[in-house]
Nanobody, 128 residues
Framework: QVQLVESGGGLVQAGGSLRLSCAASTRTSSRYAMAWFRQAPGKEREFVAAIRWSGGRASYDYASSVKGRFTISRDNAKNTVYLQMNRVNPEDTAVYYC???????????????????WGQGTQVTVSS
């Protein structure tokens, strides 16, 4: 059983930065796929970023809306994955969820159905 707990959310002004953390209650393999999703009021959950192991090396995926602004990373020693958010804007306001899976399905890293484990989310609010 893997439990994920997000932290680091809060209120930040547009143009600012924020770092989210996702801590696993138990050890996870360094080859687990880890991802961040978000859901804003009135909108469907959307993919944000993912890190996975493919072809013997780390592979990263980002939504076009956050590419160049957000960075996903992980610290295996701390069983923690991070989402560094830079140059945030009001459209980034949402509940952010951490997800993990030991073996991604054929749907790939951008689909929520690919992930078995989920955190409860952390609220990020960007003021203008």
């Amino acid at each position: 059983q893997v439990q994920l707990v997000e932290s680091g959310g809060g209120l930040v002004q547009a143009g600012g930065s924020l770092r989210l953390s996702c801590a696993a209650s138990t050890r996870t393999s360094s080859r687990y796929a880890m991802a961040w999703f978000r859901q804003a009021p009135g909108k469907e959950r959307e993919f944000v970023a993912a890190i996975r192991w493919s072809g013997g090396r780390a592979s990263y995926d980002y939504a076009s809306s956050v590419k160049g602004r957000f960075t996903i990373s992980r610290d295996n020693a701390k069983n923690t994955v991070y989402l560094q958010m830079n140059r945030v804007n009001p459209e980034d306001t949402a509940v952010y969820y951490c997800a993990a899976d030991p073996a991604l399905s054929g749907l790939g890293p951008r689909r929520d159905l690919s992930y078995q484990y989920w955190g409860q989310g952390t609220q990020v609010t960007v003021s203008s």
